[in-house]
């Protein structure tokens, strides 16, 4: 019953329905004007920080908009899992339809390439960790003003301390590419003038709870492993925290005799396991503090 109202809510108004689904496609094809290289780390950074934003902007006003209908109705015994488990199993439908469309545009546009499924899944439970972070903020706010406020103030954390702009940990080297047709594999250069890591607060205590962190990792984790050109910018700019050895596997391509780049692929030793326990966590923690949130809201 819960899940037909909420349904029922969201897709009688087309205008609702299109306001949802065109921003992914619109989003995903600038993303695609913005491709120099596939599976840019800029670009994978641009599936994270936009599953999140939808994921939020979607969910971010779903409790607090009803709180009188709620209050109603946990007096007449509306079991918490219930409301909750609804709103979940609506969001999550939102969010592969949106992922669906933001993935299938960034192909076409071929700003991805190479892992279309792994890149889907990935950007679907990004979305719901994004719409899991919204209903926390919506559990826990007074009022939807307070909730819309709050949103941005969520994600530009999740913005700053994805580890792109600045990475988890100082690279060990960097790997050059000249540009010269037909070449099989970028020279490897150790730099002087390497980026810096995050400051030891950031690193261990900041970047770890923010979920787009671990998402960023887990998406680059997916295409490290191809030892293309973008494996190795992916090597450069973002820190694989749960896999160390990967300039020491990308060595071992980079100096096997015979190897190319397309003969290279992935040896089947990857952290995305991990990535997925992590992000699960997440997911976890904030599903339980939403439901707190909810109680609490009955002692108000």
């Known amino acids: ?63 607090v908009d009803e709180q009188l209908i ?36 960034m192909t076409m546009m071929g700003a991805q390439e190479n892992h279309f499924l792994g890149a889907l899944g990935i950007m679907w439970l990004l979305t719901l960790e994004g719409a899991l972070i919204g209903l926390v903020i919506s559990a826990l706010a007074s009022n939807p003003e307070k909730a819309l406020y709050i949103f941005p103030l969520a994600l530009i954390p999740q913005l700053l301390l994805a580890g792109l702009f600045i990475p988890v940990q100082k690279p060990e080297k960097v790997y050059m590419f000249p540009e010269v047709e037909g070449r099989q594999l970028p020279p490897l250069t150790n730099d002087k003038n390497l980026p810096k890591g995050m400051q030891p607060l950031l690193h261990y205590v900041a970047s770890p709870v923010m979920v787009g962190r671990w998402g960023l990792e887990a998406l680059c984790d997916l295409y490290v492993h191809d ?34 780049s397309s003969s290279m692929g992935s040896d089947g030793d990857t952290a995305l396991p991990a990535y997925m326990a992590v992000l699960t966590l997440f997911a976890a923690v904030m599903i339980g503090t939403t439901g707190l949130a909810l109680k609490m809201k009955d002692r108000r």
């Not at 709620?70 to 439908?93: D, F, M, T, W």
Request: charged content about 20%.
């Open 1 to 63: 019953t819960l899940i037909s109202r909420q349904l029922t809510l969201r897709l009688t108004d087309w205008a609702n329905v299109a306001g949802m689904l065109a921003p992914p496609a619109a989003i995903a094809f600038l993303v695609g004007l913005m491709k120099e290289t596939p599976n840019d780390p800029k670009l994978l950074f641009m599936v994270v920080f936009s599953a999140l934003w939808f994921g939020c902007s979607a969910s971010v006003r779903e409790i």
């Open 70 to 105: 709620y209050k109603r109705e946990r007096e007449r015994n509306l079991p918490i899992p219930y409301y909750l488990g609804s709103k979940l199993v609506y969001l999550a439908a939102l969010a592969l339809v949106q992922s669906v469309l933001f993935i299938s545009v």
């Open 227 to 260: 030892y293309e050109k973008y494996s190795y910018l992916i090597l450069d700019g973002v820190t694989i925290s749960l896999h160390s050895d990967e300039f020491r596997r990308a060595d071992r391509h980079f100096n096997a005799p015979g190897n190319s």
